[in-house]
């Protein structure tokens, strides 16, 4: 059964502050998602990683994945309020072995920048 | 990238009817349509996959004659909850897969209130 955990599940932190919020999963998997949610919105895409060492980075966000760790790890450099949302990781992988594709997600991380 | 239109946003009903969520590709054909729930302050889950022209193939633990899926053409999937109680009360996404960039285009989702 494929696993995704992510951590912290809530994170408070000061605006101008760094931090970085991980995700772990539990089978091989070339392909891992970052969406960010806002209260009452659907999921908006960040990033796509579709390799092992892949970055990629968006403003304040940047993204990274080590396949052979199954970890990628989204850090926020310089928080600023906006930035507060849920953040989910999502993998995309098969729940069984004769399965198709399907992504299934981290249990999200609220973020909450404090001005 | 594509675009997906999901209607209604919101929606109440009264317990014992039957609603219908509609999930339309506009921009993309789309042999596969993915139905997820969010209950509050939980992560996505998959409920099925939507097909086009066959069965849908529904999560354990989904009920296949309460959440009926019909995807009748490359562009539209419905999602239908029938005899709605108020444990069915919840935020119920679609989402679609767009393989040339390897990502996924969620909906707006549907806020389902049954009172």
């Known amino acids: 059964e494929l696993k995704v955990e992510q951590n912290p599940l809530f994170l408070s932190m000061q605006e101008g502050k760094n931090y970085t919020i991980y995700c772990n999963y539990s089978t091989t998997s070339d392909r891992l998602y970052w969406y960010r949610q806002d209260p009452g919105k659907s999921l908006e895409s960040l990033f796509v990683l579709l390799s092992n060492g892949a970055v990629k980075q968006e403003g304040r966000l940047m993204a990274s994945l080590d396949t052979k760790a199954r970890l990628s790890t989204l850090h926020i450099t310089a928080a600023v309020h906006d930035l507060s949302a849920t953040y989910f990781c999502a993998v995309d992988g098969t729940t069984s072995g004769a399965g198709s594709y399907q992504l299934t997600f981290g249990k999200g991380t609220k973020l909450s920048v404090i001005p | ?115």
């Open chain 2, 1 to 115: 990238g594509a675009v997906v239109s999901q209607h209604p946003s919101r929606v109440i009903c009264k317990s014992g009817t039957s609603v219908k969520i509609e999930c339309r590709s506009l921009d993309f054909q789309a042999t596969t349509m993915f139905w997820y729930r969010q209950f509050p302050k939980q992560s996505l889950m998959l409920m099925a996959t939507s097909n086009e022209g066959s069965k849908a193939t529904y999560e354990q633990g989904v009920e296949k004659d309460k959440f009926l899926i019909n995807h009748a053409s490359l562009t539209l999937s419905t999602l239908t909850v029938t005899s709605a109680h108020p444990e069915d009360s919840s935020f119920y996404i679609c989402s679609v897969q767009t393989f040339s960039s390897y990502g996924y285009t969620f909906g707006s989702g549907t806020r389902l209130t049954v009172v």
